[in-house]
């Protein structure tokens, strides 16, 4: 069969629609497909480090920073959460059904080859520095998201 | 005109996208296309019975199928809801407008022979038997959504 | 390289998905190529004119039209909106960033040629009339989005 390509738009970072990014991109490619997944906006929090250095920031990009989610542990349901009481109750039963954790998922994916890019300018206007973030990204203007999306056969926006 | 295909990922419970997610599908279908639903997360519970013969569940997924809506008619909207009264007026202004139910929307897909499919990662997740779902569908992985979305010229998730 | 085409379905009216919408489908105008945006739903007010002639409206349509935003300019942000705060922050982080406002981005829009189609069913859903909404609009049902769609290769729903 031949290679398809595939892309992904991470806008959000509930963690349920994450959940569903992630195994969609690797199922695409663990069956061989060439898969990027492009982390905008929110989406741009699957991929905080949990602990960075101290940046010094405006104070709404401050606000913002102490606000999001810091990486795929500090995700929240996007509906029912009751204070990531809904987040840990799915984290839960993901053990208990033998589903991949968020963070293997991620795991998988950089290890598949999956090429991650972060929006530049999500990352500017929420204040989120190219340190801030795990390693291994692309760092790129929504030109290339189009780019990869114009030879791709599926596209979504999740 | 050649036959095309198209996919749609339902992943939400809402009213209001489950509705475009018919009428989207409905519409392809009636102008020939093949199209296939593949009903994942949240999604799966349009596809509830409202009444199943009482299964023991664990204790979350106990708590999950008492919380989460059994069917179209329970069905909430993604914004001002106000405790169902939204979903409500939405259901009043439909009949008003000569809108097909929800639940005529859904009979018409499955009149129309659009492909169903259910996620059994997500089954197991929420803790829904297949007979807790309608009928005539199919239990399926990710691959099998891929290799229908990787045929069709139009892929959404809704 | 050959004209490719792009459609977006813009169902939602949260202030940082129709961000997101008009950033792609301006980014994909801007490298050549044919774009159609097809406003439903929630999206529908996007294109609401801020002052408009007043209607006569059913008690539930009234009172949805004085609800749902009028226009870009009283657009929520998806989450942590705290009553239009997170927009306003977004807005003044858009400025101090030198990103274009939404309004901005609707203009240049316009200016690129990007085909607006307004859905019709959601419009009497949702007891819209054609002069409230902005100048330049096609005024179409689901069957005309598809059409397009098929043309195209990129599809996206946000």
Redesign the interface.
């Known amino acids: 069969m031949a290679t ?1 390509k ?1 892309t992904l ?1 991470v ?1 959000s970072d509930d963690f ?2 994450v ?2 990014a992630f ?2 991109a690797n ?2 490619a ?2 061989g ?1 060439d898969v990027t997944m492009f982390f ?3 989406g741009l929090n699957v991929l905080r480090k949990p602990e960075t250095e101290p940046h010094e920031k ?1 104070v ?2 401050g606000m ?1 920073s102490e ?1 999001m989610p810091k990486g795929p542990g500090e995700l929240t349901l ?3 959460d009751f204070g990531k009481m809904g987040a840990q ?2 984290r ?3 053990r ?2 033998n ?1 991949s954790s968020l963070e293997e998922l991620v795991e998988t994916a950089k290890e598949q080859g999956i090429k991650m890019m972060a929006c530049k ?1 999500s990352m ?4 989120l520095r190219e340190d801030e973030l795990v390693d291994n990204l692309e760092f790129v ?3 290339s ?2 780019a990869e ?2 030879e ?7």
């Open positions: 398809t595939k738009i806008y349920d629609k959940l569903a195994v969609i199922g695409a663990a069956m497909d905008t906006f929110w405006g709404l990009q913002l606000m996007s509906k029912a109750m799915m839960n039963l993901m208990q059904e589903v300018m500017d206007l929420l204040g203007g929504v030109a998201y189009l999306a114009d791709a056969s599926v596209n979504l926006f999740i």
